[in-house]
């Protein structure tokens, strides 16, 4: 079993930026895929950045794109989301969140295996 725990969230004004922090405990994170959620009280939960094992390939949706970048540290066991050029849509509480199998769907919560219990960013205009 793998426990996730996301770090990093806080207030910042637009235009800025924060860099997350997933620590995980209990097993190693090299074996899993890593992804990053977010989510804002009474819209579904999305997905906004994957990364494979090997950190050679990395994935982002249009909304995010350009301003994200996910890294990971698999001896420190840890995932990170560094977050640029801050806008007030991207407040919600952010997810990290890992993958078992070798699946396709990594825009889908479905997919994953374990989840942190979340880290609020709010971006003030």
């Known amino acids: 079993q793998v426990q996730l725990v996301e770090s990093g969230g806080g207030l910042v004004q637009a235009g800025g930026s924060l860099r997350l922090s997933c620590a995980a405990s209990?097993?190693?994170?090299?074996?899993?895929?890593m992804g990053w959620f977010r989510q804002t009280p009474g819209k579904e939960r999305e997905f906004v950045a994957g990364?494979?094992?090997?950190?050679?390939?990395?994935y982002y949706p249009d909304s995010v794109k350009g301003r994200f970048t996910i890294s990971r540290d698999n001896a420190k066991n840890t995932v990170y989301l560094q977050m640029n050029s801050l806008k007030p849509e991207d407040t919600a509480v952010y997810y990290c969140?890992?993958?078992?199998?070798?699946?396709?769907?990594?825009?889908?919560?479905?997919?994953?295996?374990?989840w942190g219990q979340g880290t609020q960013v709010t971006v003030s205009s």
């Open positions: 969140a890992g993958e078992l199998g070798y699946g396709t769907r990594w825009s889908e919560q479905s997919t994953y295996d374990y």
């Open positions: 209990g097993r190693t994170i090299s074996s899993l895929f």
């Open positions: 990364i494979a094992r090997s950190a050679q390939r990395t």
